[in-house]
């Protein structure tokens, strides 16, 4: 699987306590993305947490306020590095999408809209 940069919110990003993932999705004016299609927001640990981290969905009708949650998936205390999970993008969104991290960790995250049984990570290029 080939990720698009504009589809991802956290590339090994280092939270030392609560925060918002590196990057926010623009949707656009229509939000019309994957028509037909189940979206899906696959969150890798790149480290395992110290504590149980929720990650939330969040959306928000403009780009810096006013997100409100509509997902949310826990990565439990001790994850393995390496461990997926995943979350269902509901269909009714404003244009901007971005995580919510409850607790320090590294993480990694991005939309898709394919199924999360047959994704599979590559390593890096060398």
């Known amino acids: 699987m080939i990720i698009d ?70 990565v439990p205390q001790a994850a393995a590095i390496g461990s997926r999970y995943v979350l269902g993008v509901p269909y009714e969104n404003q244009r901007y999408l971005r995580l919510d991290y409850s607790a320090a960790g590294t993480f990694s995250a991005f939309l898709t809209d394919q199924e999360p049984a047959s994704w599979k990570a590559y390593p890096d290029a060398l």
């Open 5 to 74: 940069s504009r589809l991802e919110f956290s590339v090994k990003q280092v939270l030392a306590a609560t925060g918002a993932s590196t990057n926010v999705i623009d949707l656009s004016t229509d939000r019309d993305i994957g028509p037909g299609r189940t979206m899906w927001v696959v969150i890798t640990a790149d480290a395992s947490p110290a504590a149980a981290v929720t990650v939330s969905l969040e959306t928000s009708n403009t780009e810096g306020s006013g997100y409100a949650k509509v997902a949310s998936v826990t």
